[in-house]
């Protein structure tokens, strides 16, 4: 990953973060809005505007790539790059819990 990915994607957003976990298998933003509602009880709601300007500008970088067409509606899955990324702010979220609980790295 390089260093502009890195400075604009890490930390990321919890919609950005929840939007890359879900294209982990392919999906359009509706079923990813669904599938994070479901996953935090309702405590995260992505709006269509906050999705599909993530989703594009997620494409753009290179982050997701388009899969398919399904009823008129873009599937969508995370690229190498994108997983590069969710990795890095997972193992981001994971040290700060970590070290929240007493668990210090050093």
Do not use: W
């Not at 990953?1 to 359009?28: A, N, W």
């Not at 709006?47 to 970088?61: F, I, N, P, R, V």
Request: charge should be positive; glycine fraction near 10%.
């Amino acid at each position: 990953m390089d260093d502009k990915i890195r400075r604009i994607y890490v930390p990321m957003t919890e919609s950005g973060f929840y939007i890359l976990y879900c294209l982990q298998t392919p999906q359009h933003g509706y079923g990813i809005s669904q599938q994070v509602r479901k996953m935090t009880a309702g405590a995260v709601n992505i709006s269509a505007g906050t999705m599909y300007g993530a989703l594009s500008k997620m494409e753009k970088d290179g982050l997701i790539k388009f899969h398919s067409e399904v009823e008129k509606r873009k599937l969508y899955n995370i690229t190498e790059l994108g997983e590069e990324v969710l990795s890095a702010e997972t193992a981001r979220i994971d040290r700060l819990y970590r070290n929240s609980k007493g668990e210090y790295l050093g």
